[in-house]
């Protein structure tokens, strides 16, 4: 039976995935990326998607949420959905692709971190020793491969996946909602109900640095590209960015930005920087998109479409394109002014 379409709309299905691109064909609107459509709304996660994450080239996307499914999409063409993977007994919290885009790390309410071969599409390591929901995760950029995880068991864990059963436990009096390595993977940052964020020495095993300013939960932390500077995200319904440089002077807070919002929801809000640091975009739980100048502090976009909570943003790696989670069930993926 023929599918009814809108004008303007075209569906493609893979395994029971809808794809829709949503545009005018009327627009003279000059296209900025190789997307099919100025906007691509991605449908097949079952419950709400909490992270994305664009492969280092650029050509996928990864997302993974409540339905407990890791998801592989197409960047370009038909957007395809061209892989799921499964494992995790509980909702997927965190998602983030390897340097080298040849795994996947997540972690989930499952009181587990796991690690994906994305060519094979399964799970290749489930690492536990968590004993609560796992919030946030995070790989090391370069160097020894090593994955840093956040959990409500007020604990940040640094695990090496080629030793079974070992890892680096880093005490925290709260439960902690979101860590970082920094570029080197000499330090982590983590914060959480404390409103703080804390700077580890992974030599030492203690803290070296306190970063105070926010007044509410962090709940989405982000180092920039060329690891200077950290971005946070607040229920206090600011953004923040701190200079991370070792010998930066002692009021490491260089902008505060506002205009997204925490809501009754309560969800882990991310954030992100765009490769160039010349933007900031966060999840927001008024269901906007919002991207900043960090040079002004002004609001760029403030983009509609989602019918939930954004969860998660992510800025393409070399197009002028952004991605975002959403509690509505979708993922989407649209062009901004190059």
Known sequence: MATKRKAGEMIAYGQDRVIKRVYDPTSATPRTSNLMAPTVALEGHQSDVFGCTFHPDGKYLSSAGADRQILIWNVYGECENISSMTGHSGAVMDIQFTTDGNNIV???????????DVMAGQRIKR??????????????????????SGSDDCSIKIWDPRKKGKCTNLVNPYQVLTVSFNDTAE???????????????????GVVNRLRGHTDTVTGMSLSTDGSYLLTNSMDNTLRIWDVRPYAPPERCVKILSGHQHNFEKNLLRCTWSPDGSKVSAGSGDRFVYIWDTTTRRILYKLPGHNGSVNDVQFHPTEPIIASASSDKTLYLGEIED
């Open 106 to 116: 997540t972690c989930g309410t499952d009181m587990t971190v796991a690690l994906w």
């Open 187 to 205: 330090q982590v940052f983590s914060s959480g109900l404390d409103n703080e964020i804390k700077i580890w020495d992974l030599r030492s095993n």
């Open 127 to 148: 690492l536990k020793g968590h004993t609560a929901y796992v919030n946030a995760v995070h790989p090391t950029r370069r160097g020894q491969f090593l994955i840093a």
